[in-house]
Protein backbone atom coordinates (compact mmCIF):
# COMPACT_ATOMS: atom_id res chain seq x y z
CA UNK A 1 0.00 0.00 0.00
CA UNK A 2 0.92 3.31 -0.99
CA UNK A 3 1.50 6.14 2.31
CA UNK A 4 -0.42 9.00 2.33
CA UNK A 5 1.83 12.02 3.62
CA UNK A 6 0.53 11.76 7.57
CA UNK A 7 2.14 8.30 7.22
CA UNK A 8 -0.74 6.42 7.22
CA UNK A 9 -2.02 3.85 4.76
CA UNK A 10 -4.66 4.70 2.94
CA UNK A 11 -8.30 4.18 4.25
CA UNK A 12 -9.86 0.93 2.45
CA UNK A 13 -12.57 1.00 5.31
CA UNK A 14 -14.88 1.86 1.97
CA UNK A 15 -14.51 -1.65 0.61
CA UNK A 16 -16.86 -2.76 3.25
CA UNK A 17 -19.69 -0.21 2.45
CA UNK A 18 -20.25 3.14 3.43
CA UNK A 19 -23.05 2.12 4.91
CA UNK A 20 -21.71 -0.72 6.99
CA UNK A 21 -18.76 1.36 7.85
CA UNK A 22 -21.02 4.51 9.29
CA UNK A 23 -22.98 2.06 11.37
CA UNK A 24 -19.84 0.45 12.98
CA UNK A 25 -18.42 4.14 13.48
CA UNK A 26 -21.79 5.31 15.18
CA UNK A 27 -22.02 2.43 17.18
CA UNK A 28 -18.21 3.50 18.79
CA UNK A 29 -18.69 7.41 18.44
CA UNK A 30 -22.12 7.80 19.95
CA UNK A 31 -21.44 6.69 23.45
CA UNK A 32 -17.88 7.88 22.81
CA UNK A 33 -19.40 11.54 22.84
CA UNK A 34 -21.92 11.13 25.03
CA UNK A 35 -19.21 10.72 27.78
CA UNK A 36 -16.80 13.21 26.68
CA UNK A 37 -19.83 15.33 26.43
CA UNK A 38 -20.81 14.71 30.43
CA UNK A 39 -17.00 15.09 31.36
CA UNK A 40 -16.29 18.45 29.37
CA UNK A 41 -19.66 19.82 28.02
CA UNK A 42 -21.58 18.17 25.11
CA UNK A 43 -21.88 21.70 23.17
CA UNK A 44 -18.02 21.68 22.55
CA UNK A 45 -17.60 18.13 22.52
CA UNK A 46 -20.01 17.61 19.39
CA UNK A 47 -18.71 20.59 17.94
CA UNK A 48 -15.36 19.36 17.86
CA UNK A 49 -16.73 15.77 16.36
CA UNK A 50 -18.19 17.89 13.89
CA UNK A 51 -15.26 19.94 12.88
CA UNK A 52 -13.50 16.60 12.99
CA UNK A 53 -15.85 14.61 10.55
CA UNK A 54 -15.31 17.69 8.20
CA UNK A 55 -11.31 17.46 8.01
CA UNK A 56 -11.15 13.51 7.55
CA UNK A 57 -14.31 14.02 4.63
CA UNK A 58 -12.20 16.30 3.00
CA UNK A 59 -8.67 14.17 2.76
CA UNK A 60 -11.27 10.95 1.57
CA UNK A 61 -12.46 13.52 -1.06
CA UNK A 62 -8.86 13.94 -2.19
CA UNK A 63 -7.78 10.60 -1.89
CA UNK A 64 -11.04 9.51 -3.84
CA UNK A 65 -10.10 11.76 -6.89
CA UNK A 66 -6.41 10.35 -6.67
CA UNK A 67 -7.76 6.51 -6.55
CA UNK A 68 -10.36 7.97 -9.51
CA UNK A 69 -7.57 9.57 -11.50
CA UNK A 70 -9.61 12.38 -11.92
CA UNK A 71 -11.26 15.13 -10.09
CA UNK A 72 -13.77 15.77 -12.54
CA UNK A 73 -18.01 15.46 -12.13
CA UNK A 74 -17.99 12.67 -14.59
CA UNK A 75 -15.41 11.20 -12.25
CA UNK A 76 -17.62 12.11 -9.40
CA UNK A 77 -20.70 10.29 -10.60
CA UNK A 78 -18.25 7.23 -11.01
CA UNK A 79 -17.76 7.12 -7.44
CA UNK A 80 -21.49 6.79 -6.55
CA UNK A 81 -21.16 3.16 -6.27
CA UNK A 82 -19.21 3.74 -2.72
CA UNK A 83 -22.28 5.50 -1.30
CA UNK A 84 -24.70 3.46 -3.00
CA UNK A 85 -23.57 -0.41 -2.35
CA UNK A 86 -25.67 -3.07 -1.21
CA UNK A 87 -29.06 -0.62 -1.64
CA UNK A 88 -27.29 2.39 0.90
CA UNK A 89 -29.35 4.73 -0.97
CA UNK A 90 -31.92 4.63 -3.73
CA UNK A 91 -31.26 7.49 -6.44
CA UNK A 92 -32.80 9.51 -9.42
CA UNK A 93 -30.51 11.19 -11.78
CA UNK A 94 -32.00 14.24 -12.28
CA UNK A 95 -29.40 15.66 -14.59
CA UNK A 96 -26.16 15.10 -15.94
CA UNK A 97 -24.29 16.85 -18.03
CA UNK A 98 -20.90 18.59 -18.50
CA UNK A 99 -20.82 20.26 -15.56
CA UNK A 100 -23.71 19.18 -13.97
CA UNK A 101 -24.46 15.94 -11.78
CA UNK A 102 -27.58 16.57 -9.85
CA UNK A 103 -29.70 13.72 -8.31
CA UNK A 104 -32.68 12.64 -6.18
CA UNK A 105 -32.15 10.63 -3.11
CA UNK A 106 -35.39 8.95 -2.58
CA UNK A 107 -34.48 6.22 0.19
CA UNK A 108 -31.36 6.54 2.85
CA UNK A 109 -31.10 3.80 4.91
CA UNK A 110 -28.35 5.72 6.48
CA UNK A 111 -31.11 7.53 7.90
CA UNK A 112 -33.00 4.50 8.33
CA UNK A 113 -30.14 2.60 10.35
CA UNK A 114 -29.71 6.18 12.65
CA UNK A 115 -32.66 6.47 13.13
CA UNK A 116 -32.88 2.70 14.23
CA UNK A 117 -30.28 3.01 16.28
CA UNK A 118 -32.00 6.15 18.56
CA UNK A 119 -29.09 8.48 16.62
CA UNK A 120 -31.01 10.38 14.01
CA UNK A 121 -29.55 13.90 15.83
CA UNK A 122 -25.62 12.26 14.99
CA UNK A 123 -26.53 10.98 11.54
CA UNK A 124 -26.21 14.71 10.05
CA UNK A 125 -23.36 14.95 11.71
CA UNK A 126 -21.52 11.90 11.40
CA UNK A 127 -22.88 11.96 7.57
CA UNK A 128 -25.07 14.33 5.85
CA UNK A 129 -22.40 16.66 7.14
CA UNK A 130 -19.95 15.18 4.99
CA UNK A 131 -21.22 15.40 1.54
CA UNK A 132 -20.09 18.97 0.74
CA UNK A 133 -16.94 18.76 2.47
CA UNK A 134 -16.40 15.77 1.18
CA UNK A 135 -16.75 17.45 -2.66
CA UNK A 136 -14.83 19.94 -1.86
CA UNK A 137 -11.59 17.54 -0.85
CA UNK A 138 -12.36 15.93 -4.20
CA UNK A 139 -12.74 19.26 -6.15
CA UNK A 140 -12.54 22.34 -4.67
CA UNK A 141 -14.41 23.99 -8.06
CA UNK A 142 -17.48 21.77 -7.45
CA UNK A 143 -20.37 23.80 -6.10
CA UNK A 144 -22.34 21.87 -3.94
CA UNK A 145 -26.47 22.38 -2.90
CA UNK A 146 -28.90 20.67 -1.32
CA UNK A 147 -31.58 22.02 0.22
CA UNK A 148 -33.45 19.43 2.22
CA UNK A 149 -32.45 15.53 3.47
CA UNK A 150 -34.40 12.51 4.49
CA UNK A 151 -32.77 13.09 7.63
CA UNK A 152 -34.21 16.43 8.94
CA UNK A 153 -37.69 14.81 7.41
CA UNK A 154 -37.66 15.57 3.93
CA UNK A 155 -39.11 13.28 1.16
CA UNK A 156 -36.03 13.04 -0.49
CA UNK A 157 -32.32 14.50 -0.38
CA UNK A 158 -32.17 17.01 -3.56
CA UNK A 159 -28.11 17.24 -4.93
CA UNK A 160 -26.55 19.94 -6.83
CA UNK A 161 -22.52 19.41 -7.90
CA UNK A 162 -21.77 22.03 -10.43
CA UNK A 163 -18.72 22.81 -11.69
CA UNK A 164 -18.23 26.26 -13.64
CA UNK A 165 -16.22 25.97 -16.84
CA UNK A 166 -13.13 27.81 -17.35
CA UNK A 167 -13.21 31.48 -17.14
CA UNK A 168 -16.92 31.28 -15.56
CA UNK A 169 -17.42 32.85 -12.44
CA UNK A 170 -18.72 30.46 -9.94
CA UNK A 171 -21.91 31.14 -8.07
CA UNK A 172 -22.26 32.19 -4.67
CA UNK A 173 -24.50 30.16 -2.48
Given at each position: ?????D????????????LKR?????????P?????????????????????????????????????????????????????????L????????????????T??????????????????????????????????????????????????????????A????????
Amino acid sequence: MSEIDDGRTPDTLNDVGVLKRREIEARIVAPLLARLGEEFGAERVYELAREVVVDVAKTQGSELAAQLGGNDLAHFADSMDNWTKGGALQIEVVEQVDGIFAFNVTRCRYAEMYRDLGLADLGAALSCNRDGTMVEGFNPNIEFTRTQTIMSGATHCDFVYRLPASGETPVEL
